[in-house]
């Protein structure tokens, strides 16, 4: 009897203590614990081992904080996703660019060590789906984020370099006020972003002291462009353009804009890192290509000739416009390009019908050293259908930019000698703004017989325009 009443005992205090884990884990409080302890252990016996195996130097007092900031996001229900996962690598590592991007920290046999980790993270979360709903949602979500981290660094592991990424071609355009240097205009490629969690700081009083009639002056979140370079996949045997961005705010982007003097004799100075724009030049069915003519109210170039569609990727959220960023929280440089030219121009298009021209950086009285993204798309209707378009523009978010004359040129009308004629024009004439300069001679070179040497001598001498290739169409008044 007494070894029965003492196991007896024993069943009622397992059984309390079976019933209070059951109300910790139902309570709020006691959730949050069990779940953070889940993901802390995981994230330790998974990933931090993975990273310390592959040579993390970070002090242990380091990777503590660390990796408790990263289950704290989760815990809490912060948005959590692909980004925030590569973003916090880069913290984890203390590198200045991502973690895919930075060989002396993470080289192609560290990043496969780390997709390991990753692949053993998501089947740890999946073996302990316990604890009621909500702490399935956030273990499942790790789980989901882990399993997409494992395969998108088992791809950056088979990246190696390709070419000479610091080669460009510089159209020197100093007595009109430019200076351009034209990057990977001689490759096809594909665009990959990679995130960085850093920011710049903004710069009180800057958006104050911008013209009365530029727009817009409100302080949003743009892309940063860190570091760039091409890359062969390995497993595809593409070429891929990899861009390392972070965040800049509007009012940084605008003082680092300071006055450049085309007068001087020397080359403008070198600009490692600076904010990236968009430059979309479009190739109609009937074979001309489209620029359009900047508003006066137009916050840069006003008045000007520019490609048919310029602008900036968002990566913040605000009233009337959704942050451009992918399914996986990644800046979306194509996606904020097809954003731009419906507000602009009412083109509705897909970031896949647009086409990599290449990277150009400017230097001129608007900018110092920023870059752009120069991009192209075949549309399948004509010039003048689209000029038709416009009516179906924003008027509060782009159709302002965009003044009331397209020029429909004809690029390739003669082949060659057209080709030639208009790069003579644009390179020569102060009233075409440089990234305008750019996509056109990028295109050039990709969709001509025109050889490097053909394009310097066209961009050494000088010509009127050819009116003769060019026909001047108006836009309509966008819809309200």
């Not at 884990?25 to 990933?47: D, E, K, N, Q, Y």
């Not at 990273?51 to 912060?78: D, H, K, M, W, Y």
């Not at 740890?124 to 399993?147: E, M, W, Y």
């Not at 085309?262 to 890192?273: F, G």
């Amino acid at each position: 009897m007494t070894v029965i009443s003492d196991l007896a005992t024993i069943l009622t205090i397992l059984t309390g203590l079976i019933a209070c884990a059951a109300f910790l884990a139902a309570t709020g409080p006691g959730a949050r614990l069990i779940i953070f302890m889940i993901l802390s252990a995981a994230r330790w016996r998974t990933v931090v081992r993975a990273a310390i195996g592959s040579g993390l130097a970070a002090e242990r007092t380091f990777v503590i904080p660390a990796v408790r900031q990263i289950v704290n996001v989760q815990c809490a229900g912060a948005p959590y996703n692909l980004a925030t996962e590569m973003e916090w690598l880069c913290q984890l590592y203390q590198a200045s660019l991502p973690i895919a991007m930075v060989g002396e920290l993470a080289d192609r046999k560290d990043l496969q060590l780390l997709s390991t980790g990753y692949e053993r993270l998501a089947g740890h979360c999946r073996t302990r789906l316990i604890f009621g709903a909500k702490g399935n949602d956030v273990i499942s979500r790790q789980a989901r984020v882990a399993d997409q981290a494992a395969v998108l660094l088992r791809q950056q592991s088979l990246h190696v370099a390709y070419g000479d990424s610091t080669c460009s071609q510089v159209i020197d355009r100093r007595a009109q006020g430019f200076y351009i240097k034209l990057m990977y205009a001689a490759a096809s490629m594909d665009c990959v972003v990679s995130p960085h969690p850093a920011r710049q700081p903004c710069v009180p009083g800057m958006l104050e002291r911008a013209p009365s009639s530029a727009k817009p002056r409100f302080e949003g979140i743009l892309p940063f462009l860190l570091m760039h370079r091409l890359e062969l996949d390995g497993g595809s045997g593409r070429v891929i353009l990899h861009l390392g961005i972070s965040e800049i705010p509007y009012s940084n982007l605008l003082s680092r804009n300071t006055l450049w003097d085309p007068r001087n004799s020397e080359p403008p100075a070198d600009v490692m890192q600076h904010a990236i724009s968009l430059a979309l030049i479009p190739v109609t069915s009937d074979g001309h290509i489209l620029l359009s003519r900047r508003a006066q109210e137009a916050g840069s170039y006003a008045g000007m000739i520019g490609p048919y569609v310029t602008g900036n990727a968002e990566l913040r959220d605000r009233r009337g416009l959704t942050a451009d960023r992918d399914e996986y929280g990644n800046p979306d440089l194509l996606r904020a390009a097809c954003r731009e030219a419906k507000e602009e121009v009412g083109l509705s298009l897909e970031p896949g019908d647009l086409k990599i021209l290449g990277l150009a950086q400017i230097w001129s009285s608007e900018d110092t050293g920023i870059y752009c993204l120069l991009l192209s798309a075949t549309l399948p209707i004509t010039a003048a259908e689209a000029v038709s378009l416009t009516r179906y523009s924003d008027p509060v978010e782009g159709s302002w930019e965009v003044g009331n004359e397209v020029y429909a040129v004809s690029l390739w009308e003669e082949e060659d000698r057209s080709v030639l004629e208009v790069l003579r024009w644009i390179t020569s004439t102060d009233v075409v703004i440089p990234q305008a300069v750019a996509g056109v001679v990028a295109l050039a070179n990709k969709t001509s017989a025109v050889t490097m040497t053909d394009l310097e001598r066209a961009t050494a001498s000088h010509a009127g325009k050819p009116d003769r290739l060019i026909s001047v169409l108006h836009t309509c008044q966008p819809y309200c």
